[in-house]
Protein backbone atom coordinates (compact mmCIF):
# COMPACT_ATOMS: atom_id res chain seq x y z
CA UNK A 1 0.00 0.00 0.00
CA UNK A 2 1.13 3.51 -0.60
CA UNK A 3 2.11 6.04 1.97
CA UNK A 4 4.06 9.39 2.67
CA UNK A 5 6.71 10.33 4.68
CA UNK A 6 6.66 14.46 6.22
CA UNK A 7 10.04 15.65 6.16
CA UNK A 8 9.49 18.80 8.92
CA UNK A 9 12.85 21.36 9.24
CA UNK A 10 12.15 23.69 12.02
CA UNK A 11 13.58 26.40 14.57
CA UNK A 12 14.25 23.63 16.82
CA UNK A 13 14.19 20.31 15.58
CA UNK A 14 13.30 18.01 13.11
CA UNK A 15 9.94 16.12 12.26
CA UNK A 16 9.07 12.89 10.53
CA UNK A 17 5.40 12.62 9.89
CA UNK A 18 4.26 9.45 8.29
CA UNK A 19 0.83 8.16 6.59
CA UNK A 20 -1.15 5.46 4.97
CA UNK A 21 -2.06 6.35 1.41
CA UNK A 22 -5.18 7.90 2.62
CA UNK A 23 -3.68 10.63 4.68
CA UNK A 24 -6.04 10.74 7.09
CA UNK A 25 -4.00 9.43 10.23
CA UNK A 26 -0.51 10.73 11.18
CA UNK A 27 2.34 9.19 13.34
CA UNK A 28 4.40 11.99 14.22
CA UNK A 29 8.19 11.36 15.38
CA UNK A 30 10.84 13.80 16.61
CA UNK A 31 12.06 16.33 17.32
CA UNK A 32 15.44 14.29 15.98
CA UNK A 33 18.17 16.93 16.56
CA UNK A 34 16.48 19.25 19.67
CA UNK A 35 17.54 22.33 19.67
CA UNK A 36 19.27 22.91 16.53
CA UNK A 37 17.93 24.59 13.27
CA UNK A 38 16.58 21.86 11.08
CA UNK A 39 16.71 24.38 7.62
CA UNK A 40 15.76 21.64 5.14
CA UNK A 41 15.11 17.41 5.50
CA UNK A 42 15.23 15.65 2.24
CA UNK A 43 14.99 12.20 0.74
CA UNK A 44 16.85 10.60 -1.62
CA UNK A 45 14.44 10.03 -5.20
CA UNK A 46 16.81 7.09 -5.79
CA UNK A 47 16.60 5.26 -2.57
CA UNK A 48 13.92 6.64 -0.20
CA UNK A 49 15.49 5.20 2.82
CA UNK A 50 18.15 7.77 2.54
CA UNK A 51 17.25 11.07 4.40
CA UNK A 52 19.65 14.19 4.51
CA UNK A 53 19.15 16.90 6.95
CA UNK A 54 20.66 20.10 7.25
CA UNK A 55 21.76 20.96 10.84
CA UNK A 56 23.20 24.05 11.98
CA UNK A 57 23.11 26.52 15.04
CA UNK A 58 24.33 29.56 15.71
CA UNK A 59 26.54 28.14 18.37
CA UNK A 60 28.09 25.44 17.00
CA UNK A 61 28.05 25.77 13.48
CA UNK A 62 27.03 23.64 10.02
CA UNK A 63 26.32 19.52 10.90
CA UNK A 64 25.23 17.61 8.19
CA UNK A 65 23.10 14.41 9.00
CA UNK A 66 22.19 11.21 6.83
CA UNK A 67 19.60 8.16 7.20
CA UNK A 68 19.81 5.45 5.52
CA UNK A 69 16.13 4.00 7.43
CA UNK A 70 13.96 6.58 6.92
CA UNK A 71 15.09 8.42 9.24
CA UNK A 72 14.63 6.19 12.60
CA UNK A 73 18.07 6.60 13.15
CA UNK A 74 20.87 9.37 12.10
CA UNK A 75 24.63 9.74 11.52
CA UNK A 76 27.01 13.00 11.49
CA UNK A 77 28.36 13.24 7.50
CA UNK A 78 30.47 15.87 6.42
CA UNK A 79 30.88 19.49 7.80
CA UNK A 80 33.38 20.66 5.65
CA UNK A 81 32.25 23.35 3.50
CA UNK A 82 35.34 25.27 2.01
CA UNK A 83 35.29 27.70 -1.08
CA UNK A 84 37.62 26.98 -3.44
CA UNK A 85 40.20 29.05 -4.31
CA UNK A 86 40.39 32.34 -3.12
CA UNK A 87 37.04 34.51 -2.12
CA UNK A 88 36.55 38.08 -2.88
CA UNK A 89 33.77 40.51 -2.14
CA UNK A 90 29.92 40.57 -2.64
CA UNK A 91 28.00 43.67 -1.76
CA UNK A 92 26.39 44.24 1.97
CA UNK A 93 22.88 45.84 2.77
CA UNK A 94 24.66 49.60 2.44
CA UNK A 95 26.12 48.97 -1.08
CA UNK A 96 29.64 47.65 0.79
CA UNK A 97 32.06 45.07 -0.48
CA UNK A 98 31.61 42.04 1.83
CA UNK A 99 33.73 39.34 2.61
CA UNK A 100 32.53 35.77 1.70
CA UNK A 101 31.96 33.90 4.29
CA UNK A 102 30.07 30.01 4.71
CA UNK A 103 27.50 30.77 7.14
CA UNK A 104 24.89 27.71 6.54
CA UNK A 105 23.36 24.97 4.29
CA UNK A 106 20.36 25.95 3.09
CA UNK A 107 18.89 23.54 0.78
CA UNK A 108 19.80 19.97 0.12
CA UNK A 109 18.64 18.59 -2.74
CA UNK A 110 19.91 14.55 -3.73
CA UNK A 111 20.71 13.47 -7.11
CA UNK A 112 17.38 11.83 -8.99
CA UNK A 113 19.23 8.81 -9.72
CA UNK A 114 22.34 8.16 -7.23
CA UNK A 115 21.78 7.95 -3.38
CA UNK A 116 25.21 9.39 -3.09
CA UNK A 117 25.12 12.36 -4.75
CA UNK A 118 24.21 15.37 -3.30
CA UNK A 119 23.87 18.94 -4.13
CA UNK A 120 23.83 21.92 -0.77
CA UNK A 121 22.91 25.45 -1.98
CA UNK A 122 24.53 27.49 1.15
CA UNK A 123 24.93 30.99 2.45
CA UNK A 124 27.04 32.91 1.67
CA UNK A 125 26.09 31.87 -1.82
CA UNK A 126 27.18 28.53 -3.63
CA UNK A 127 26.89 25.43 -4.83
CA UNK A 128 28.61 22.41 -3.41
CA UNK A 129 28.40 18.13 -4.24
CA UNK A 130 28.83 15.31 -2.43
CA UNK A 131 29.62 12.39 -4.00
CA UNK A 132 30.00 10.23 -1.25
CA UNK A 133 26.55 10.81 0.73
CA UNK A 134 27.44 14.12 2.27
CA UNK A 135 30.64 13.11 3.58
CA UNK A 136 32.70 15.26 1.57
CA UNK A 137 31.84 18.17 -0.04
CA UNK A 138 33.53 20.52 -3.04
CA UNK A 139 32.53 23.43 -4.22
CA UNK A 140 30.99 23.32 -7.63
CA UNK A 141 32.64 27.47 -7.99
CA UNK A 142 31.77 28.28 -11.53
CA UNK A 143 28.88 29.88 -9.92
CA UNK A 144 30.43 32.25 -6.75
CA UNK A 145 32.73 33.19 -9.62
CA UNK A 146 30.92 34.36 -12.19
CA UNK A 147 31.38 37.43 -13.28
CA UNK A 148 28.64 39.05 -11.68
CA UNK A 149 29.03 38.18 -8.25
CA UNK A 150 30.18 40.82 -6.51
CA UNK A 151 27.03 42.49 -7.06
CA UNK A 152 25.17 39.73 -5.29
CA UNK A 153 23.49 41.46 -2.52
CA UNK A 154 21.71 39.44 0.44
CA UNK A 155 18.00 39.43 1.20
CA UNK A 156 16.74 39.92 4.92
CA UNK A 157 17.95 36.15 4.95
CA UNK A 158 21.12 36.62 4.24
CA UNK A 159 23.08 35.83 0.71
CA UNK A 160 21.65 32.15 0.84
CA UNK A 161 21.11 30.12 -2.80
CA UNK A 162 17.98 28.20 -1.35
CA UNK A 163 16.60 26.48 -4.59
CA UNK A 164 18.32 23.83 -6.85
CA UNK A 165 16.25 22.41 -9.43
CA UNK A 166 17.22 19.75 -11.18
CA UNK A 167 15.47 19.05 -14.66
CA UNK A 168 14.34 15.36 -15.23
CA UNK A 169 15.14 15.01 -18.18
CA UNK A 170 18.18 16.07 -18.33
CA UNK A 171 20.49 16.04 -15.27
CA UNK A 172 23.08 18.02 -16.42
CA UNK A 173 20.57 21.01 -16.72
CA UNK A 174 19.82 22.38 -13.20
CA UNK A 175 18.61 25.98 -12.25
CA UNK A 176 19.35 27.55 -8.94
CA UNK A 177 18.38 30.56 -7.43
CA UNK A 178 19.59 32.96 -4.88
CA UNK A 179 18.39 35.71 -2.45
CA UNK A 180 18.97 38.59 -3.90
CA UNK A 181 20.64 37.59 -6.93
CA UNK A 182 18.51 35.78 -9.02
CA UNK A 183 17.74 33.13 -11.37
CA UNK A 184 21.35 31.02 -12.67
CA UNK A 185 20.78 27.96 -15.11
CA UNK A 186 23.79 25.64 -16.13
CA UNK A 187 23.48 23.28 -18.88
CA UNK A 188 26.68 21.21 -18.28
CA UNK A 189 26.27 20.05 -14.55
CA UNK A 190 26.94 22.75 -12.65
CA UNK A 191 29.83 23.65 -14.06
CA UNK A 192 29.34 27.19 -15.72
CA UNK A 193 26.47 29.64 -15.40
CA UNK A 194 24.13 32.04 -16.75
CA UNK A 195 21.61 34.36 -15.33
CA UNK A 196 18.16 33.55 -16.23
CA UNK A 197 16.41 36.48 -15.37
CA UNK A 198 14.96 38.33 -18.38
CA UNK A 199 11.54 39.52 -17.70
CA UNK A 200 12.12 40.32 -14.21
CA UNK A 201 11.59 43.81 -12.69
CA UNK A 202 12.64 44.62 -9.08
CA UNK A 203 12.20 48.12 -7.98
CA UNK A 204 14.93 47.65 -5.09
CA UNK A 205 17.62 47.98 -7.92
CA UNK A 206 18.19 51.13 -9.79
CA UNK A 207 17.73 49.43 -12.76
CA UNK A 208 14.91 47.38 -12.03
CA UNK A 209 15.63 45.17 -15.01
CA UNK A 210 18.83 43.97 -14.37
CA UNK A 211 20.48 41.12 -15.47
CA UNK A 212 21.02 39.91 -11.40
CA UNK A 213 20.36 41.18 -8.23
CA UNK A 214 16.40 40.30 -8.22
CA UNK A 215 15.09 38.51 -4.99
CA UNK A 216 13.76 35.46 -6.21
CA UNK A 217 12.15 33.12 -3.36
CA UNK A 218 11.45 30.20 -4.93
CA UNK A 219 10.82 28.10 -8.59
CA UNK A 220 9.38 25.29 -9.60
CA UNK A 221 8.59 22.90 -12.28
CA UNK A 222 6.52 19.66 -13.32
CA UNK A 223 8.48 17.12 -14.23
CA UNK A 224 6.71 16.42 -17.48
CA UNK A 225 6.78 20.33 -18.78
CA UNK A 226 10.92 21.06 -18.06
CA UNK A 227 10.98 23.87 -19.49
CA UNK A 228 7.90 25.93 -17.84
CA UNK A 229 8.78 27.09 -14.17
CA UNK A 230 7.06 29.09 -11.86
CA UNK A 231 8.83 31.41 -9.81
CA UNK A 232 7.38 33.49 -6.73
CA UNK A 233 10.02 36.34 -6.90
CA UNK A 234 9.70 39.00 -3.43
CA UNK A 235 6.80 40.71 -5.26
CA UNK A 236 5.54 39.48 -8.42
CA UNK A 237 4.44 35.41 -9.22
CA UNK A 238 6.06 34.68 -12.68
CA UNK A 239 5.70 31.82 -15.63
CA UNK A 240 8.54 31.44 -17.98
CA UNK A 241 7.67 28.52 -20.90
CA UNK A 242 11.39 28.53 -22.40
CA UNK A 243 13.41 26.84 -19.57
CA UNK A 244 14.04 30.66 -17.68
CA UNK A 245 14.92 32.63 -20.81
CA UNK A 246 12.08 34.86 -19.91
CA UNK A 247 9.40 35.01 -17.41
CA UNK A 248 6.00 36.92 -17.77
CA UNK A 249 4.12 37.93 -14.80
CA UNK A 250 0.89 35.37 -13.95
CA UNK A 251 -0.06 37.73 -10.12
CA UNK A 252 -3.44 38.47 -11.88
CA UNK A 253 -6.15 38.03 -9.24
CA UNK A 254 -4.07 37.41 -6.39
CA UNK A 255 -5.18 39.74 -3.41
CA UNK A 256 -1.11 40.62 -2.94
CA UNK A 257 1.86 38.78 -4.99
CA UNK A 258 4.62 39.04 -2.23
CA UNK A 259 5.67 35.41 -1.10
CA UNK A 260 7.82 32.94 -0.19
CA UNK A 261 6.80 29.15 -1.65
CA UNK A 262 5.27 28.10 -5.34
CA UNK A 263 4.85 23.84 -5.97
CA UNK A 264 2.82 22.53 -8.79
CA UNK A 265 0.21 19.83 -8.42
CA UNK A 266 1.88 16.57 -9.47
CA UNK A 267 -0.47 15.33 -11.37
CA UNK A 268 -1.55 18.53 -13.35
CA UNK A 269 1.04 20.63 -14.75
CA UNK A 270 -0.63 23.81 -15.45
CA UNK A 271 -2.02 23.67 -11.23
CA UNK A 272 -0.09 25.92 -9.48
CA UNK A 273 0.00 26.53 -5.51
CA UNK A 274 1.15 29.92 -3.82
CA UNK A 275 0.60 31.77 -0.32
CA UNK A 276 0.48 35.06 -0.62
CA UNK A 277 1.73 37.18 2.65
CA UNK A 278 0.68 40.63 2.85
CA UNK A 279 3.76 42.89 2.32
CA UNK A 280 8.11 42.01 3.07
CA UNK A 281 7.31 44.36 5.90
CA UNK A 282 4.29 42.36 7.04
CA UNK A 283 5.57 38.64 7.19
CA UNK A 284 2.37 37.10 7.83
CA UNK A 285 -1.14 36.38 5.60
CA UNK A 286 -3.19 38.88 5.31
CA UNK A 287 -6.36 39.84 6.63
CA UNK A 288 -5.67 37.38 9.50
CA UNK A 289 -6.93 34.96 7.40
CA UNK A 290 -4.48 31.30 5.90
CA UNK A 291 -5.42 31.06 2.28
CA UNK A 292 -4.06 29.10 -0.21
CA UNK A 293 -4.60 30.41 -3.66
CA UNK A 294 -4.28 27.64 -6.55
CA UNK A 295 -4.65 28.33 -10.58
CA UNK A 296 -5.60 25.74 -12.78
CA UNK A 297 -4.89 28.28 -15.52
CA UNK A 298 -0.62 27.85 -15.14
CA UNK A 299 -1.37 31.32 -13.64
CA UNK A 300 -3.42 35.09 -13.73
CA UNK A 301 -7.04 33.12 -12.64
CA UNK A 302 -6.21 32.59 -9.10
CA UNK A 303 -8.91 30.89 -6.44
CA UNK A 304 -8.62 31.11 -2.78
CA UNK A 305 -8.21 27.65 -0.60
CA UNK A 306 -9.79 28.36 2.81
CA UNK A 307 -11.67 24.75 3.79
CA UNK A 308 -9.83 23.97 7.14
CA UNK A 309 -7.77 26.66 7.28
CA UNK A 310 -8.17 29.68 9.97
CA UNK A 311 -10.14 32.34 8.46
CA UNK A 312 -9.95 34.77 11.43
CA UNK A 313 -6.59 36.06 14.18
CA UNK A 314 -4.14 34.33 11.55
CA UNK A 315 -0.72 35.85 11.35
CA UNK A 316 1.74 33.54 10.10
CA UNK A 317 4.31 33.04 7.34
CA UNK A 318 5.30 30.00 4.98
CA UNK A 319 8.44 29.88 4.30
CA UNK A 320 9.85 29.81 0.69
CA UNK A 321 11.11 26.12 1.73
CA UNK A 322 7.98 24.96 3.62
CA UNK A 323 5.39 23.77 0.51
CA UNK A 324 5.35 20.71 -1.14
CA UNK A 325 3.32 18.04 -3.58
CA UNK A 326 3.51 14.39 -2.83
CA UNK A 327 2.59 11.81 -6.38
CA UNK A 328 -0.35 10.49 -4.86
CA UNK A 329 -3.80 10.95 -7.11
CA UNK A 330 -5.19 13.10 -6.17
CA UNK A 331 -2.14 14.63 -5.49
CA UNK A 332 -1.31 15.88 -1.75
CA UNK A 333 -0.27 19.12 -0.85
CA UNK A 334 1.38 20.09 2.56
CA UNK A 335 3.07 23.19 4.02
CA UNK A 336 4.16 24.47 7.24
CA UNK A 337 3.99 27.61 9.21
CA UNK A 338 5.82 30.26 11.43
CA UNK A 339 3.38 29.00 13.78
CA UNK A 340 4.37 25.88 13.75
CA UNK A 341 1.56 24.07 12.00
CA UNK A 342 2.15 21.42 9.14
CA UNK A 343 -1.40 21.94 7.37
CA UNK A 344 -1.86 19.10 4.51
CA UNK A 345 -4.58 18.71 1.58
CA UNK A 346 -5.52 15.06 0.62
CA UNK A 347 -7.21 16.40 -2.78
CA UNK A 348 -5.08 19.00 -4.26
CA UNK A 349 -6.02 21.69 -1.90
CA UNK A 350 -9.86 21.52 -1.77
CA UNK A 351 -9.47 20.80 1.88
CA UNK A 352 -7.09 21.12 4.55
CA UNK A 353 -6.12 19.38 7.75
CA UNK A 354 -3.32 20.72 10.33
CA UNK A 355 -1.20 17.08 10.00
CA UNK A 356 0.53 18.97 13.52
CA UNK A 357 -0.34 22.37 15.13
CA UNK A 358 2.50 23.26 17.97
CA UNK A 359 6.02 22.69 16.25
CA UNK A 360 8.59 25.53 16.31
CA UNK A 361 8.70 27.36 13.74
CA UNK A 362 8.52 25.62 10.45
CA UNK A 363 11.69 26.31 7.83
CA UNK A 364 11.08 23.06 5.42
CA UNK A 365 8.67 20.46 4.46
CA UNK A 366 9.03 18.39 2.21
CA UNK A 367 7.34 14.55 1.15
CA UNK A 368 8.30 11.20 -0.21
CA UNK A 369 5.53 9.13 -1.60
CA UNK A 370 6.20 5.09 -0.51
CA UNK A 371 5.41 2.97 -2.42
CA UNK B 1 42.51 11.65 32.13
CA UNK B 2 41.66 15.44 31.18
CA UNK B 3 37.61 15.45 31.89
CA UNK B 4 35.87 17.77 29.45
CA UNK B 5 32.10 18.74 30.07
CA UNK B 6 30.27 19.38 26.82
CA UNK B 7 27.27 21.34 26.22
CA UNK B 8 24.19 19.64 25.82
CA UNK B 9 23.77 19.86 21.64
CA UNK B 10 27.21 18.51 21.24
CA UNK B 11 26.39 15.15 23.80
CA UNK B 12 23.62 14.38 21.74
CA UNK B 13 25.92 15.32 18.82
CA UNK B 14 28.86 13.06 19.36
CA UNK B 15 26.72 10.49 21.36
CA UNK B 16 28.12 11.01 24.59
CA UNK B 17 27.04 12.29 27.84
CA UNK B 18 28.22 15.33 29.81
CA UNK B 19 31.41 14.64 30.59
CA UNK B 20 33.94 12.78 28.26
CA UNK B 21 37.57 11.71 29.51
CA UNK B 22 40.45 12.19 27.25
CA UNK B 23 44.24 11.22 27.34
CA UNK B 24 46.12 14.52 26.07
CA UNK B 25 50.10 13.76 25.64
CA UNK B 26 52.45 16.56 26.31
CA UNK B 27 50.95 19.89 27.65
CA UNK B 28 47.97 20.42 28.59
CA UNK B 29 46.18 23.34 26.56
CA UNK B 30 43.15 24.19 25.08
CA UNK B 31 44.41 23.62 21.40
CA UNK B 32 45.52 19.77 23.19
CA UNK B 33 42.83 18.87 24.28
CA UNK B 34 40.33 19.81 21.20
CA UNK B 35 42.47 18.11 19.24
CA UNK B 36 41.95 15.65 21.53
CA UNK B 37 38.29 15.56 21.99
CA UNK B 38 37.74 16.05 17.49
CA UNK B 39 40.47 12.94 17.43
CA UNK B 40 37.94 10.95 19.59
CA UNK B 41 34.90 12.30 18.37
CA UNK B 42 35.32 13.63 14.27
CA UNK B 43 31.31 14.64 14.85
CA UNK B 44 32.64 17.31 16.42
CA UNK B 45 34.62 19.09 13.98
CA UNK B 46 33.73 22.22 13.43
CA UNK B 47 31.56 23.01 16.27
CA UNK B 48 34.01 24.65 18.36
CA UNK B 49 36.53 26.10 16.06
CA UNK B 50 37.25 26.85 12.78
CA UNK B 51 38.33 23.68 10.80
CA UNK B 52 41.55 25.56 9.02
CA UNK B 53 42.10 28.68 11.03
CA UNK B 54 41.62 26.50 14.65
CA UNK B 55 40.05 30.05 16.02
CA UNK B 56 37.49 29.48 18.35
CA UNK B 57 33.61 29.79 17.29
CA UNK B 58 32.30 33.19 18.54
CA UNK B 59 29.79 31.95 20.82
CA UNK B 60 31.89 29.31 22.46
CA UNK B 61 33.12 29.66 25.59
CA UNK B 62 35.99 28.17 28.00
CA UNK B 63 36.61 27.62 31.57
CA UNK B 64 38.10 25.87 33.91
CA UNK B 65 38.88 26.29 38.19
CA UNK B 66 36.11 29.51 38.27
CA UNK B 67 37.90 31.20 35.22
CA UNK B 68 36.52 32.52 31.84
CA UNK B 69 39.93 31.03 29.79
CA UNK B 70 38.27 31.44 26.45
CA UNK B 71 40.62 35.20 25.44
CA UNK B 72 43.66 33.06 26.85
CA UNK B 73 46.38 31.60 24.02
CA UNK B 74 45.45 28.37 22.79
CA UNK B 75 48.78 27.29 23.77
CA UNK B 76 48.62 28.45 27.25
CA UNK B 77 49.01 25.83 29.73
CA UNK B 78 45.69 25.18 31.57
CA UNK B 79 45.54 24.85 35.41
CA UNK B 80 47.24 22.30 36.82
CA UNK B 81 43.88 20.95 38.24
CA UNK B 82 42.56 20.34 34.95
CA UNK B 83 45.84 18.59 34.12
CA UNK B 84 45.54 16.30 36.37
CA UNK B 85 41.89 15.68 36.00
CA UNK B 86 40.54 17.30 39.79
CA UNK B 87 39.18 19.60 37.63
CA UNK B 88 37.11 19.86 33.91
CA UNK B 89 37.68 22.09 31.67
CA UNK B 90 34.12 23.57 30.35
CA UNK B 91 33.01 24.11 27.16
CA UNK B 92 30.41 26.70 27.18
CA UNK B 93 27.84 28.20 24.36
CA UNK B 94 27.14 31.37 25.05
CA UNK B 95 24.62 32.83 27.34
CA UNK B 96 22.14 34.47 23.84
CA UNK B 97 18.23 33.69 25.04
CA UNK B 98 16.55 35.81 23.15
CA UNK B 99 18.80 36.95 20.60
CA UNK B 100 18.24 35.82 16.88
CA UNK B 101 19.05 32.40 17.65
CA UNK B 102 16.92 32.06 20.81
Not at chain 1, 112 to 137: H, K, N, Q
Request: a negative charge; glycine letters at 10%.
Amino acid sequence: MSGVRVLVGTRKGAFVLTSDGSRKSWRIEGPHFAGWEIYHVKGSPADPKRLYASQSSGWFGQVLQRSNDGGKTWEAAGNDFQYEGTTGTHTWYDGSPHPWEFKRVWHIEPSLSDPEMIYAGVEDAALFASRDGGSTWAEMPGLRTHETAPSWAPGAGGLCLHTIVIDPTNPDRMFIAISAAGVFRSEDAGKSWQPANRGLRSNTMPDEDAEVGHCVHRIAIHPSRPNTLFMQKHWDVMRSDDGAESWREISGNLPTDFGFVIDVNSNEPDTVYVVPITSDSHHFVSEGKLRVYRSKTGGDDWEALTNGLPQKDCYVNVLRDAMTVDQLDPCGVYFGTSGGQVYASADGGDSWDAIVRDLPPVLSVEVQTLK
Amino acid sequence: MIQVVLPKNLQILAGVGRIVELHVSGPVTQRSILDALEESYPALLGTLRDRNTKKRRAMIRFFACEEDLSAESPDAELPQEVASGKEPFLIIGAIAGGWVYG
